[in-house]
Every structure is written in C-alpha cells, then in structure tokens.
C-alpha cells in the first residue's frame, strides 16, 4: 500500500500508513489470544480446573484491557463473578463481552449473561444477530423477575416478548391466552367464530370448548359439539367422534 502511494507520498503520510498497518497487525494477534484464552477457560472449567479456567480469564481481562493496569487474580468464581459484576461496562471489545457471556453461563452464574450481552450491543450495534440477542436478554431478565416475586413485571416482560417475537400473520393469534380467560359464554363463542374465519383453527377449537365450559347446557351445545368435531375431522385428519 505504501508503495502504490509513489514519489509525492509525504514521509508523514508514510510513516502515519505504516503506524496504522502495525497497529492492525498487533490487534488482531491480541484478539485471536483473547479468542484463544476464553476457549482455554471453557475447556479447564469442562476438566473441572477452577483454578486454570480462573487465569485464562485473568488472560482475556488483560487482552482486553479491562484490567490493563494490573492484572486480577481469581482463584474461585465466586471472586471473578464479582469481579465481571463490577467491570462489566469497562469491557473494551466485543469479542470479549460475548466470550465471557458464554464462559458465565457455563459456570453459572446467570445474572452476569444479559449484563454482558446488552454491552456486547452497545459494542457491536450492527451485530445481525441483534434481534435474537435482545430477546435472549429480555427472557432472561423476564426469568429474573419470576424467582425474585415481581409476577407483575415479569407477565409485562413476557406480554412484551410475545408481542416482540410473534410470527403470527394476524395479532389475534398473539391474544389468545387471554381470551381463553373470559368467564363470558357469548365473548367466548363469538370469538371461537372470528379465530376460526382468520384460519386459526387451533385457537378455535379452544374457545369453543371455552364456551362449552362455560355454558354447558346452551341451547345450542350439541350444535357446538358436532362443530368442533367436523372442525378436526375437517383440518387436523382425525375422525369424527360417534354420537
């Protein structure tokens, strides 16, 4: 490249190329070590040796540059987790955040993994796996909700997650779990007949026997019942119930 700069090339410009080059060579030496090291602490914590798995994590803070200044020693997870707890914005490049991501959840140390993740966005935005990270993120801290008691904000967090990650063609799919809550027979018919002209037939069938449930003794139960049966002979292949 600095060959094909020719005779105007200032020596500056020269100099500044070379720097550049040099720079890049050392990077990317040091990342394939960081890559290195991570893959040492996954197999050392696999051989159930703590204490290597420990130092090859000690290696990849260095790498880093987390820990450029000194560099920590751990000799139990305990110690590196609170460690990882402290530092995790400090993180300087995206290889690591997600290595690390993966070694802490192999030792398991759960509530590290979404931390980690989320900077791992921040250092690599355009990641094109982002979607699946975010939900990735988002379960977790749904999951962390559950075990601390919040049910309140962890059905929020779920509600937001189907909603986020339906592939449904039709959001009505996604409000299903819901409707089959309704205590009132004719919401529940009403809308067995709408799920089932969308092509939900699944949803359907459900509501149905939601309404059924609920109403037993309608004037038109045995109506209802002989729907549902031509509804799965009809869709799912199996036949009908004999009268």
């Known amino acids: 490249m600095i060959r094909r700069l020719g005779l105007n ?4 410009m020269t100099f500044q190329l070379k720097e550049d080059r040099d720079f890049a060579e050392v990077t990317a030496v040091k990342m394939e070590q960081l890559r290195g090291a991570l893959e ?10 703590i204490d290597a798995a420990c130092d090859s994590i000690s290696d990849v803070l260095v790498l880093d540059g987390v820990a450029a200044a000194e560099r920590p020693a751990f000799t139990e997870y305990a110690a590196l987790a609170a460690y990882l707890r402290a530092n995790v914005t400090a993180i300087q490049t ?3 955040a997600s290595g690390l991501a993966r070694f802490v959840n192999q030792i398991g140390c759960h509530d590290l993994i979404a931390p980690l993740l989320r ?31 919040d049910t309140v904000a962890a059905d929020q967090q779920a509600w937001n997650l189907i909603q986020q990650n339906s592939d449904d063609a039709d959001d ?4 299903l779990g819901r409707a089959l809550k309704v205590a009132h027979p004719g ?18 069938l459900l509501l149905f026997d939601r309404y059924l449930t ?29 009268e």
């Open 9 to 12: 090339a200032s020596q500056d």
């Open 40 to 49: 040492f602490a996954c197999r050392h914590h696999a051989e159930n040796r």
């Open 94 to 96: 995206k290889e690591a």
């Open 119 to 149: 900077h791992y966005l921040q250092l690599a935005p355009a990641t094109p796996d982002r979607m699946h990270i975010e939900a990735d993120i988002n379960v977790r801290v749904m999951l962390a909700l559950e075990a601390a008691g």
């Open 172 to 175: 009505l799919m996604a409000h």
């Open 187 to 204: 919401v529940a018919v009403g809308l067995a007949n709408i799920f089932e002209k969308r092509g939900f037939h699944e949803g359907a």
């Open 214 to 242: 609920l109403a037993p003794h309608a004037e038109d139960a045995s109506n209802v019942k002989r729907h549902i049966q031509a509804l799965v002979s009809y869709h799912f292949g199996l036949p009908a119930a004999a």
